[in-house]
C-alpha cells in the first residue's frame, strides 16, 4: 500500500509541474526570468526597435530627395 501512494505522488508531482505553462523553468539567460513582465519587456523592446527603425528610413529618405534636389541645382548652375 505504502509503494502505491509513493507512485501515486510521484504522478502527481509530474503532472503538477507539466502543467506549470508554457513558460514555466524558462529564461532569457543572465537571470532574466520570462515572469509575467518578460513578454511585456520583449514586447516593448520590440516596438522600440520597429519604430527607430522606421525614423531612421525617412530621415534616410528625405536627406536622399534633399540631396538630389542640391545636386539638380548645382547641375543647372
Known amino acids: 500500500?505504502?509503494?502505491m501512494q509513493?507512485?501515486?505522488?510521484k504522478a502527481a508531482t509530474v503532472?503538477?509541474?507539466?502543467?506549470?505553462?508554457?513558460?514555466a523553468g524558462k529564461t532569457l539567460g543572465l537571470g532574466l526570468g520570462l515572469g509575467a513582465?518578460?513578454?511585456?519587456a520583449l514586447g516593448v523592446?520590440?516596438?522600440v526597435a520597429v519604430y527607430g527603425y522606421?525614423?531612421?528610413?525617412?530621415?534616410?529618405?528625405?536627406?536622399?530627395e534633399e540631396e538630389l534636389e542640391?545636386?539638380?541645382?548645382?547641375?543647372?548652375?
Open 54 to 64: 522606421v525614423r531612421s528610413r525617412k530621415a534616410e529618405q528625405s536627406q536622399t
Open 70 to 77: 542640391l545636386a539638380a541645382v548645382i547641375a543647372g548652375a
Open 15 to 23: 503532472k503538477s509541474s507539466a502543467a506549470g505553462g508554457a513558460f
Open 6 to 9: 509513493v507512485a501515486v505522488s
Open 45 to 47: 523592446i520590440g516596438a
Open 1 to 3: 500500500m505504502a509503494v
Open 37 to 40: 513582465w518578460g513578454p511585456i
